[in-house]
Every structure is written in C-alpha cells, then in structure tokens.
C-alpha cells in the first residue's frame, strides 16, 4: 500500500525558508519519478516540481530560481527546498508520484507572511 507522509512545513516571513521531506512507502520508489504539488483552498492542486529516477528535474515557472526537487533513494524520501519564499507560495504542499496515486498524504502546511 503507496503511503506518502509529508513534513517540514510552517510559518515563515517573506523571503525566508523551507525544507519540505515526504517518507514515502509501499512501492520501489527508486525507479519512480516523483512530484511535489501545491493546493489552495478553492483551486486546484498544481505540481511544482518534479524530479525523475534518473534526478532530471523540472518546475513550474513560479518556482524556478527558488525551489529545488531532490530525492535519496536509499531513504526513499524526497524533499522540497524553498527558499525566497512570497506569500503566494503559501499552499498545503503534498507529494506523490509523476502519475499520482489515487491516496495522498495530509500534506503539509506551508504559510507565508509577515
């Protein structure tokens, strides 16, 4: 059974930051490429980015300059590192597979402001 668990979110001041990690389980994650999405109540939930088993990395524009997607295979975990960090980035941030599983995780909570 695919289990996602995400960590690392809270309340920071603009310009600040973040390291997102999601423990992940029950599949051979290694082989996987994997995601980071966001969700704001009321939108739907975009990726962020995303990172292949071979480590080639893509993002959305929003993003780019600022986050970067990275994964330990050996820990089957992925992480999330966001820094310069704007009040629009604040969203529930989940991470699942590239073709996303149906469960996710709770996501975790990432606020931005001053």
């Known amino acids: 059974q695919v289990q996602l668990v995400e960590s690392g979110g809270g309340l920071v001041q603009p310009g600040g930051s973040l390291r997102l990690s999601c423990a992940a389980s029950g599949f051979m994650f290694s082989i996987y490429a994997m995601g980071w999405y966001r969700q704001v109540p009321g939108k739907q939930r975009e990726v962020v980015a995303s990172?292949?088993?071979?480590?080639?990395?893509n993002y959305a524009d929003s993003v780019k300059g600022r986050f970067t997607i990275s994964r330990d295979n050996a820990k089957s975990t992925v992480y999330l590192q966001m820094n310069s960090l704007k009040p629009e980035d604040t969203a529930v941030y989940s991470c699942?597979?590239?073709?996303?599983?149906?469960?996710w995780g709770q996501g975790t909570q990432v606020t931005v402001s001053s």
């Open positions: 699942n597979g590239v073709r996303p599983w149906p469960n």
């Open positions: 990172i292949a088993d071979g480590g080639r990395t």
